[in-house]
């Protein structure tokens, strides 16, 4: 996935992604992306075990399960910036090549996707 310029994503799971923001609110949401799929699709959120706090998120990394689906994170920012901060860049790096950030109001307007070196990508939002 070198050079990545678009992602496609379901529907479904940017909702998914929008209504567990809102209920761990005010405190930040983490989890990981996967794709059942052998296009890399996004069609999955992967709960893990996290910790959710007031400004950060963190996942417990030796637990993560090693698994070829999973493409990368999203986590929620509890304001109204979706940019990734430099701790999410160097999470970024460890956690694989998609990710997005998710902000107020928490909705998929409000989500961007970068790749793992913090550049802003472009995500497609399929049925």
């Known amino acids: 996935m070198n050079n990545l310029k678009k992602i496609l994503v379901k529907r479904q799971t940017l909702e998914s992604i929008a209504e567990a923001s809102?209920?761990?609110?005010?405190?930040?949401?983490?989890?990981?992306?996967?794709?059942?799929?052998?296009?890399?699709?996004?069609?999955?959120?992967?709960?893990?075990?996290?910790t959710f706090g007031d400004s950060f998120s963190s996942v417990y990394?030796?637990?993560?399960?090693?698994?070829?689906?999973?493409?990368?994170?999203?986590?929620s920012h509890p304001s109204d910036s979706n940019r990734p901060s430099s701790a999410d860049k160097r999470f970024f790096k460890k956690t694989g090549e998609i990710h997005l950030i998710i902000c107020l109001p928490f909705s998929i307007s409000?989500?961007?996707?970068?790749?793992?070196?913090?550049?802003?990508?472009?995500?497609e939002v399929i049925e």
Do not use: C, Q, T, W
């Open 110 to 123: 409000s989500i961007r996707a970068y790749d793992a070196e913090g550049k802003e990508i472009e995500m």
């Open 61 to 75: 990394l030796d637990l993560l399960p090693f698994d070829k689906s999973i493409l990368g994170s999203v986590h």
């Open 22 to 50: 809102k209920n761990v609110f005010p405190k930040e949401f983490i989890a990981l992306l996967g794709s059942k799929s052998k296009n890399s699709i996004i069609d999955e959120l992967v709960i893990i075990p996290a």
